[in-house]
């Protein structure tokens, strides 16, 4: 089975920087997306950011906008997710998935991601 290892997460001061990485088992970053998603406590998994690693276009969420960045390593089966200016709201579980198997118009939706990491805390305070 294919497995994702997400790393990088850990405490940062209010403006600090993080980059996660996500490396999976087996070559699964083809024609198909990846993404990052967040869990805060008492919310719901929400998409930050997505990559198509074909085409390599990204999507991000509005509220990460101008501070996320998301890149791929093919060669390397990794997806890295760049954060800066880092706020407190930003704390949370961070996943990363990969591989949509439907809802293709939707990457920062967490439905139809086949593949997910165990997670990753990032914590800003």
């Known amino acids: 089975d294919v497995q994702l290892v997400e790393s990088g997460g850990g405490s940062v001061q209010p403006g600090g920087s993080l980059r996660l990485s996500c490396r999976a088992s087996?070559?699964?970053?083809?024609?198909?997306?990846a993404g990052w998603f967040r869990q805060a406590p008492g919310k719901e998994r929400e998409g930050v950011a997505a990559?198509?690693?074909?085409?390599?276009?990204?999507y991000y969420a509005d509220s990460v906008k101008g501070r996320f960045t998301i890149s791929r390593d093919i060669e390397q089966n990794t997806v890295y997710l760049h954060m800066s200016d880092l706020r407190p709201e930003d704390s949370a579980i961070y996943y990363c998935?990969?591989?949509?198997?439907?809802?293709?118009?939707?990457?920062?939706?967490?439905?139809?991601?086949?593949?997910w990491g165990q997670g990753t805390q990032v914590t800003v305070s």
């Open positions: 998935a990969a591989e949509k198997d439907g809802d293709w118009d939707l990457p920062l939706s967490s439905s139809r991601y086949r593949h």
């Open positions: 087996a070559y699964i970053f083809s024609n198909n997306y």
């Open positions: 990559i198509h690693n074909g085409s390599g276009g990204t």
